[in-house]
């Protein structure tokens, strides 16, 4: 059972939103410029996770839905669900109708 740690008033944050916000964040820093000792004058700088052993070099942006092998993962009530087919094919299809949407 998980504790809660903090009684903040809780925003109103989708899993979409969470994601968008993420994938704007490396944005913003794969376009600062990075010194060796790191990125200089960010605003961010005493707060990055760039700072510690997770160079961004190694960061990738999340996006749903995505195909990996046979199966494709998609959003659905703020909850990552994935659908497994039987081929590559199959899923291919699945996955270029949700594109569509």
Known sequence: MMSKIW???RLDITS??????YNTLIQFCF???VYKEGCLGCILQNQCQGNTDNRMA???EVHYP???DNSV?????GKVKQITHG?????????KEMMRR
Do not use: H, M, N
């Open 66 to 68: 995505k195909l990996v």
């Open 31 to 33: 376009g600062q410029i």
């Open 7 to 9: 009684s903040r008033k």
């Open 58 to 60: 190694y960061w990738e």
């Open 73 to 77: 993962f998609y959003l659905k009530d």
């Open 16 to 21: 979409e939103l969470a994601i968008a916000a």
């Open 87 to 95: 081929s590559r094919q199959e899923a291919e299809e699945t996955f």
